[in-house]
């Protein structure tokens, strides 16, 4: 398979608003609005440069183990992005997704929330998903249980269980498999995002806190994500199948 000019999805742990804060002396809610501050300009270059389908890990499971004052911080920054980004959104033809356990979010978010995705489910642009509440074990479990329960209630044969149907059951049903996860902010893990879909995913972890994450960075990593050899876990030589004969014999 030949390497893509970008990758179809990219998907993005924006890491590093909280130590962007402390830098600065600062509460650590303006390094969340500064760092909400930058989302439409990365994806609108992002979706110049080729890339269809953008993932952004904004609120983890996890998160919620955080101090009271800074959960309020961050919803106040989401309020206020739900809010006053939508205009954005369908001026440059985004459609927004948002997946996760969205209990514990107030009715207020939840409200504006659902109207953001309404509104853009027409537009034909970026498909931009915001990922909140989101852990990919607790998202692999609560599909293996629906997967269980129906074959409780005879629906479904255990044997008939494949892939694509665990997958239909994943919050992450409607996204194609992510090509490129990016993280910011000096850590170089996964941190339980998009377990089931970064199978196969090529991954570039920067130090830049996401704040100060530019368009010059992120072409940086498009264009190194272009020099890399894909396998999906075959052999290289094998570009399609006219390329077999190409294969050196065994023995």
């Known amino acids: 398979m030949s390497n893509p000019a970008a990758p179809n999805h990219l998907a993005i742990i924006m890491d590093g608003n909280r130590r962007w804060a402390y830098e600065r002396n600062k509460p650590t809610k303006s390094g969340h609005d500064q760092g909400s501050k930058i989302i439409e300009q990365i994806s609108r270059h992002a979706y110049d440069r080729g890339v269809s389908w953008l993932t952004l890990f904004a609120f983890s499971s996890e998160n919620w183990r955080r101090s009271s004052l800074e959960i309020k911080g961050i919803m106040a920054v989401l309020d206020h992005y739900l809010s006053h980004e939508i205009q954005g959104l369908m001026k440059n033809n985004v459609r927004l997704r948002v997946i996760g356990d969205l209990q514990g979010f107030s009715n207020s978010i939840l409200k504006k929330i659902d109207r953001a995705v309404q509104d853009t489910i027409q537009n034909t642009g970026l498909n931009l998903t915001v990922a909140l509440g989101y852990g990919g074990q607790a998202d692999v479990t609560q599909a293996v249980t629906a997967l269980a329960q129906k074959v409780k209630d005879g629906e479904i044969k255990a044997e008939s269980i494949t892939p694509d149907l665990l997958k239909s059951h994943l919050y992450t ?23 089931w879909d970064l199978a196969y995913a090529e ?15 992120l072409d940086d990593v498009l264009n190194e994500f272009t020099a890399r050899h894909r396998r999906f876990g075959g052999d290289e030589l094998v570009m399609n199948a006219s390329d077999v004969k190409t294969l050196p014999s065994a023995g």
């Open 173 to 195: 049903r409607e996204l194609p498999a992510v090509d490129l996860l990016l993280r910011t902010g000096k850590e170089k893990r996964i941190s339980n995002f998009l377990l």
């Open 203 to 217: 991954l570039a972890f920067i130090e830049t806190l996401w704040p100060d994450f530019t368009m010059a960075m």
